[in-house]
């Protein structure tokens, strides 16, 4: 039998994407994933499809383990061969417990090893223009617990050095214990004026950063309803100049963002809202369902190489139509001579993915312009055309072609059905104004939305409306919805660019 390991894995400091490269290697290698509370879930996404994902939150309550059962977990994974993930939130061995389950597992003599990552004190200085060091008036940074500090007699923070601190002091776990915390320095000696920042959620499109003199920063952080997890910076540091405020100054940061394609359509999205501060809300409106087990796309498909183009509306279509080859033992020579266009860049992006360069991408992406501006490009009188869609696309495309004189096959590769999701929940945060906007990229996703959500709901309310071309608008308009912006480029970028645009 393989003998087990064991990898302390820090996940960072919230944001999924602030994992390190070793991180993410070893998550998509474990057999079996223990997982913090404060470890982002979405860094599971990793996980390979065997793997075992075991989730232990160690606050009070159903479902919680005590630090006991987290050893004995650790133990009996690895010694039946596993290789296992302990994924902990933040840096493992800060103020994280990596210490004692390390020493566990040298005790009983299974190989670690463990894989540092981006401490909450740093990235929640930084994600908020804070510099813990500076040249001017920091050359010392102390990393404390706000955990021990209570009234405990054991406590190890000696309160007189600590007020004396010629430097930045960055607590953890501090919420619980903050008017204590302030009263010791206080007494100790510290001055009253010490700038103070809290920094709650950090990394996330949901930070908050409350801002005021040592003194005032309890009560400060009442008012404005800072909630765990938050990091205390005391100190001169702590009176940063906003203008170093880089995260919470983009255009989407703190907005809540709802995307309405498939499900992997929608991950795919929200990671560019994430990307751009925002916080995505999921709510799948579509499945997308492939057809290339028909006998009229496998007949197709045996002879691809007769066309002179063949042509593709949608990612989505030229990911089902690889997979099919891939399923098939197949690969891009089955196109032969024939030229491939592409809708728009993304589209043009995932033939790239299979090292396939479309020979012709219009300039404003969709399908008329497809056609307008194919017929411009090449002679197409007598041409074979294929077109390789959804089973929903328009006749306008195929239309236009004709009329210039092209032979054109119309085969559907896939087709899309309506999704139900949970629909009470986002019912309610529209109706209460906490959503920003709706997103909406293809009139697949417009119908599925609304055949769950009544529009003159979205209308009565603050909620925007995207949409990410013209089409899709129409399709608003036709169900009576308020369309605010449509995107000027006909693509995820372009229709999160529109919604920036209008925040500026
Ligand atoms: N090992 C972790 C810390 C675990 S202790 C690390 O290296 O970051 C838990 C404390 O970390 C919380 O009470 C809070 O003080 C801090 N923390 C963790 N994530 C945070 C976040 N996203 N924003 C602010 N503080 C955070």
């Not at 009070?60 to 939130?89: D, H, M, P, W, Y």
Request: aromatic share 6%; glycine share 8%.
């Amino acid at each position: 039998m393989n003998k087990g390991f064991v990898y302390l894995v820090g996940a960072g400091p919230g944001r999924a994407d602030l994992i390190t490269v070793r991180g993410a290697e070893l998550l998509k290698a474990a057999d079996c994933i223990i997982c913090d509370k404060l470890a982002n879930p979405a860094l599971l996404s990793y996980a390979g499809p065997n793997a075992e994902i075991i989730h232990v939150p160690k606050r009070i309550g159903s479902g919680s383990f005590t630090q006991q059962e987290i050893n004995n977990l650790l133990i009996e994974k690895a010694s039946s061969g596993k290789t296992v993930v302990r994924l902990k939130g933040g840096d493992p061995c800060i103020f994280g417990r990596g210490a004692e389950e390390a020493a566990l597992l040298a005790e009983a003599g299974i190989d670690f090893e463990i894989v540092p990552a981006v401490t909450a004190a740093i990235a929640a200085a930084e994600y908020s223009g804070i510099m813990l060091t500076h040249r001017d008036y920091s050359s010392q940074v102390v990393f404390i617990t706000g955990h021990e500090a209570d009234n405990k007699a054991n406590t190890n923070i000696d309160w007189h050095l600590l007020a004396k601190f010629p430097g930045t002091i960055v607590f953890y776990m501090a919420m619980g214990n903050l008017d204590f915390i302030v009263e010791q320095l206080i007494k100790n000696g510290m001055a009253e004026e010490m700038p103070a920042a809290v920094i709650a959620d950090a990394t996330l499109s949901s930070q908050r950063v409350a801002k005021a003199s040592l003194s005032r920063i309890s009560e400060k952080c009442k008012q404005e309803k800072t909630e765990p997890p938050a990091i205390v910076v005391i100190g001169t540091a702590a009176d940063s100049n906003t203008k170093l405020s880089w995260f919470m100054k983009k255009p989407l940061f703190g907005r809540n963002i709802v995307v309405t394609r498939d499900v992997p359509g929608n991950a795919g999205f929200a990671a560019k809202i994430i990307k751009h501060a925002g916080n995505p809300i999921e709510f799948a409106t579509i499945r997308i369902k492939p057809l290339t087990q028909t006998s009229q796309f496998l007949q197709t498909l045996a002879k691809l190489a007769e066309y002179d183009w063949i042509i593709f509306t949608s990612a989505n279509g030229v990911s089902i139509f690889l997979d099919c080859l891939r399923s098939l033992q197949k690969d891009s020579r089955v196109f032969g001579p024939a030229k491939i266009a592409a809708i728009g860049s993304e589209t043009a992006a995932k033939l790239d993915e299979f090292s396939i360069k479309a020979d012709f991408v219009p300039t404003v992406f969709t399908g008329k312009e497809l056609g307008k501006q194919l017929i411009g490009f090449a002679n197409l009188k007598g041409k074979k055309i294929l077109l390789l869609r959804s089973q929903l696309a328009s006749d306008e495309l195929g239309e236009l072609l004709e009329q210039a004189g092209a032979k054109v096959d119309n085969v559907a590769i896939y087709t899309v059905v309506t999704e139900k999701s949970e629909c009470k929940w986002l019912t309610e945060k529209i109706a209460e104004g906490a959503v920003d906007w709706l997103t909406f990229a293809s009139p697949s996703s417009v119908k599925g939305f609304f055949a769950q959500i009544r529009s003159d709901l979205v209308n009565s309310s603050n909620v925007k409306v995207a949409s990410i071309g013209p089409v899709t608008s129409q399709h608003l308009k036709n169900l009576g919805v308020r369309v605010d912006v449509t995107a000027r480029e006909h693509t995820t970028d372009g229709l999160l660019a529109a919604i920036e645009r209008t925040h500026e």
